[in-house]
């Protein structure tokens, strides 16, 4: 299916499912401990990856152990820079050296990006450059606002109030210290599944899932 615009707000399948996004990694420390939590979890979740965190000391192999642990990727800029008010010529510069850092950590020139995010939900022109680098532009019905505070408690609260049927749940993995986001995850998720709830991948614009 070709990529829309128009950006994803929906997990695949139905009920009672949402998908979990994790913006502004790699991180050694955060996202290598919220991995541990989603594989206990069997959980997939979706990773939008900035470029400068790959580079950064042990980013690489995070960003192996994300691909390995069977999650998919989203490129999010080669920094937190807002794109709202940029032109195509300079998105487009930097998705592709986002793709190609990715790619290079990697070592495969052909891996798999599914989609784009945009740093701070500040689209502009973004997301039809994305679509023609062949990105499907991914949004967000609900965050736990983790760059607001790190409060166990704050968070759990926060999390579980952003999971809706169907949705796609925002928390970060980078860009700070994110020790209480990963402590809310590891307290949400299984609560979750013990009453029913699957956490899928987001879906395509026709509803149907994108495999990684």
Do not use: K
């Not at 009672?16 to 541990?36: I, N, Q």
């Not at 998105?91 to 850092?101: E, F, I, K, S, Y």
């Not at 709830?197 to 879906?203: D, K």
């Amino acid at each position: 299916m070709p990529a829309s615009p128009t950006p994803v707000l929906s997990a695949a399948a139905t009920g009672r499912v949402a998908a979990l996004t994790f913006d502004d990694g790699p991180d050694p420390e955060s996202t290598c401990a919220l991995l541990d939590v989603l594989r206990q979890n069997r959980v997939r979740a979706t990773f939008c990856v900035v470029g400068s965190q790959v580079g950064a000391c042990g980013g690489d192999a995070v960003l192996r152990r994300v691909v390995a642990d069977g999650h998919a990727l989203a490129a999010h800029g080669m920094t937190y820079a807002d794109m709202g008010r940029w032109g195509p010529a300079r998105v487009r510069t930097d998705l592709l050296a986002n793709l190609a850092v990715i790619r290079e950590a990697l070592g495969d020139p052909a891996a798999p990006v599914a989609w784009f995010r945009a740093p701070n939900g500040s689209w502009g022109c973004s997301a039809q450059v994305a679509v023609e680098l062949g990105l499907q532009p991914l949004g967000v019905t609900g965050t736990i606002d983790d760059w607001r505070t790190q409060d166990v408690a704050t968070l759990t609260a926060n999390l579980r109030a952003a999971i809706r049927p169907g949705g796609i749940v925002l928390a970060h993995d980078g860009g700070g210290d994110r020790r209480g986001t990963v402590e809310a995850v590891g307290v949400v998720l299984p609560q979750w599944l013990d009453d029913g709830w699957r956490f899928t991948l987001p879906a395509h614009p026709d509803g149907s899932a994108t495999e990684q």
